[in-house]
């Protein structure tokens, strides 16, 4: 019983335009969310966050937006850059439960020059 | 600090052999988790431990495999006997509070033929 989903295994996206990679989740405890970033042969890195009291969160290219009656966090990335091409995985938190992080099965990003 | 520290980067054995994956955490965090990465099912969390104590361990896939924490900064993944489905990227990962501000080594990438 997956409890954070990515159901695109991929997506392909022209340089310069912009990327929205998206993640649902199902269980309404969650009150955290982040984007982690892998590249191969290395560890996922973390991104971006956003807390459920908030439904926007910017850092530069990257915008996080939480639409928390829908249970739905979207990822978008403008301009895409060829360097951004790698896995994002998505992941919750509940910060009640003490307990890890709950990953989704990522999507694999590819950046078209 | 030079974050967290996986060995081997790769490992290849044969059916039945025992392997023993190593991670070193960074200084000062207190909670370590394993994770392991497949096609099928992404990011999947093994086990973790808090203050060098097993929480959770629902995720180990079978008796075969065992996980220890002798001190602090250190942790080991074993499985015997291993099988070709073992085959997989393990990741380590450490924080000094359990939901954010997850470190990831670089991953041990498994082949057992």
């Known amino acids: 019983d997956q409890q954070v989903k990515q159901n695109s295994p991929s997506l392909s996206v022209q340089e310069g335009r912009i990327s929205i990679l998206n993640c649902d989740y199902t269980n309404s405890m969650f009150d955290y969310f982040l984007w982690y970033k892998k590249y191969p042969a290395e560890g996922p890195t973390f991104l971006i966050s956003?807390?459920?009291?908030?439904d926007k969160n910017e850092d530069g290219r990257f915008t996080v937006f939480l639409n928390k009656s829908a249970k739905h966090l979207s990822l978008h990335i403008v301009p895409s850059q060829p360097g951004d091409s790698a896995v994002y995985f998505c992941a919750a938190w509940m910060s009640s439960g003490n307990t890890p992080l709950v990953f989704g099965k990522g999507t694999r990003l590819s950046v078209i020059a | 600090d030079a974050g967290v520290i996986q060995s081997p980067r790769h490992e290849v054995t044969e059916m039945g052999q025992e392997v023993t994956l190593r991670c070193k955490l960074i200084s000062g965090h207190n909670s370590l988790f394993w994770y392991r990465q497949t096609m099928m099912r992404g990011l999947e969390l093994l086990i973790y431990?808090?203050?060098?104590?097993?929480?959770?361990d629902s995720g180990m896939p079978e008796d075969r495999f065992s996980a220890k924490m002798p001190n602090a900064s250190f942790s080991t993944l074993k499985i015997q006997p291993s099988e070709p489905r073992d085959s997989a990227v393990y990741f380590c990962?450490?924080?000094?509070?359990?939901?954010?501000?997850?470190?990831f080594g670089s991953g041990t990438r498994l082949t057992v033929v």
């Open positions: 990962a450490s924080s000094g509070a359990q939901g954010l501000g997850y470190t």
């Open positions: 956003i807390s459920s009291i908030k």
């Open positions: 431990f808090n203050n060098n104590v097993p929480i959770d």
